[in-house]
Nanobody
Framework: QVQLMESGGGLVQAGGSLRLSCAASGSIFSINAMGWYRQAPGKQRELVAAITSGGSTNYADSVKGRFTISRDNAKNTASLLMNSLKPEDTAVYYC???????????WGQGTQVTVSS
């Protein structure tokens, strides 16, 4: 089992920045990628950004050029730097771990990000 703990959410004005962090513990060997999902009220959960253990990244089109995901394999952490935040980025952000066979299986408890206009 893998445990994921997020930190770093909060309230920020439009145009501002926030950094989210995720610490993984437990059976780290069972995941080969970490990512960030978000879910806004009334909407489905969507993948925001992901990074493999080798460092390959992918981003949702809506955040490309504004968000940067990074990973420290030695510390088992992943971070999401969010710049030029918009009100539509407001959501609960979840750290996720991907098992190569079972997919996105492990989830953190979520952290609220609110962007005011």
């Amino acid at each position: 089992q893998v445990q994921l703990m997020e930190s770093g959410g909060g309230l920020v004005q439009a145009g501002g920045s926030l950094r989210l962090s995720c610490a993984a513990s437990g059976s780290i060997f069972s995941i080969n990628a970490m990512g960030w999902y978000r879910q806004a009220p009334g909407k489905q959960r969507e993948l925001v950004a992901a990074i493999t253990s080798g460092g390959s990244t992918n981003y949702a089109d809506s955040v490309k050029g504004r968000f940067t995901i990074s990973r420290d394999n030695a510390k088992n952490t992943a971070s999401l730097l969010m710049n030029s935040l918009k009100p539509e980025d407001t959501a609960v952000y979840y750290c996720a771990g991907k098992n190569p066979l079972r997919g996105w299986t492990f989830w953190g408890q979520g952290t609220q990000v609110t962007v005011s206009s």
